[in-house]
C-alpha cells in the first residue's frame, strides 16, 4: 500500500524500540577511531563508540553516509508507490543532508529532504511526530508542517565540560581553545534551527549550574511539554543533577536518559550533556 515512509540518518536519538515500533529507517554514519571504521548501529553502540574514544590515540572522524546507501534506501522504500519524508541532521554539522538531496534527485522514488536543523534527541522527537502521522495515513504536506512545528517548539541545551574536542575538531579557534582549557571556562550551547549559538560562559561548575536553574523555571513555566530527553557524554553525575530537579516537575513523562550519538560526543567531549525537550501550543 502506498503510504509516506520516514527516513533519518544515524545521528538521531532513536531508540531500538522506536525504530521498530514507528518503522523508521536509519541510514548510519560511520566513524574511524584509530584506523577502525565502524558503522553506527550496526558494528558500534554510542556506549562502546564513547568507550573507545576516551582511549584513542587519535581524535575521532565521522563521515557521512555514501550516497549510493541513501539511493537503495530511497529506491525499496517507495517501489510500491510511496513517497519518502526523510529528516536530517543540521546542515552546520554534517554534509549528511546534501548527500540524501542528491540522492533523492537520482532516486525513482518521490523525496522530500528536510533540514531538522538539530540532531541527537531533537531529531528523534521530530522523525517520531512524522513517523505516527504517516502510520494515520497523513500527506507529505501535513507530516511536513507538523515536523516543523516540532522543530520550532524544541529546545536543546548542550552543556560543554571542555573545549579540547571542539577545538580539535574545527569547530573553535585552537588559541581560544588553549586560553579557555587553562582557565577552566566552560560554556552552554542551545542548539536548534540549524544554529550553535554559545548562551553561557564562564569558570567552573557554578556557572552552568545557574543557567541551569533558568532552564528549569523556563520548563516549568512551559505549558503541554510532550517529551524530555537527556544525552550525555559520560556525565551521570550531572545527569543525575538534572533529574534531581526536573523530575519533581514532570513526574508523568518518562525522561529518556541515553548516552549520546557519536557525532555530538566527538565534538562535545567526555563530560558534555544535553537537556532536551519539546511542547505544543
Do not use: W
Not at 15 to 28: A, F, G, L, R, W
Not at 234 to 241: F, P, Q, S, Y
Amino acid at each position: 500500500m502506498a503510504t509516506v515512509k520516514i527516513v533519518t540518518d544515524s545521528s538521531a536519538g532513536l531508540t531500538d524500540e522506536e525504530e521498530k515500533k514507528y518503522h523508521i529507517t536509519i541510514v548510519p554514519l560511520t566513524v574511524m577511531i584509530d584506523d577502525v571504521v565502524y558503522v553506527e548501529r550496526h558494528t558500534i553502540t554510542n556506549d562502546e563508540f564513547i568507550d573507545k574514544m576516551e582511549h584513542s590515540k587519535a581524535f575521532p572522524k565521522t563521515s557521512q553516509p555514501p550516497l549510493g546507501d541513501f539511493i537503495k534506501v530511497f529506491d525499496e522504500l517507495g517501489a510500491d508507490g510511496s513517497s519518502v519524508i526523510c529528516i536530517n541532521m543540521m546542515e552546520s554539522i554534517s554534509g549528511t543532508i546534501h548527500t540524501a538531496e542528491q540522492a533523492a534527485k537520482i532516486s525513482k522514488t518521490d523525496v522530500t529532504v528536510f533540514d531538522s536543523g538539530t540532531t541527537d534527541r531533537a531529531l528523534a522527537f521530530q522523525c517520531i511526530e512524522a513517523a505516527k502521522l504517516a502510520q494515520k495515513g497523513a500527506s507529505v504536506d501535513e507530516i511536513l508542517a507538523r515536523v516543523k512545528k516540532v522543530s520550532d517548539n524544541t529546545r536543546l541545551y548542550m552543556g560543554v565540560m571542555t573545549l579540547n574536542n571542539l577545538v580539535k575538531g574545527g569547530r573553535i579557534n585552537k588559541m581560544t581553545g588553549a586560553i579557555s582549557s587553562l582557565l577552566n571556562i566552560k560554556i552552554v550551547l542551545q542548539v536548534g534551527q540549524g544554529n550553535l549559538n554559545i548562551r553561557t560562559k564562564g569558570r567552573g561548575m557554578k556557572t552552568i549550574d545557574r543557567f541551569y536553574d533558568k532552564v528549569y523555571e523556563q520548563m516549568k513555566n512551559t505549558p503541554n511539554i510532550k517529551a524530555i530527553g537527556i544525552s550525555h557524554v559520560h556525565a551521570e553525575g550531572m545527569v543525575d543533577n538534572i533529574l534531581k530537579h526536573i523530575q519533581p516537575i514532570f513526574p508523568n513523562i518518562d525522561i529518556l536518559v541515553r548516552e549520546t550519538v557519536p557525532i555530538i560526543a566527538t565534538h562535545g567531549g567526555p563530560g558534555a550533556f544535553a537537556l532536551v525537550y519539546y511542547f505544543d501550543d
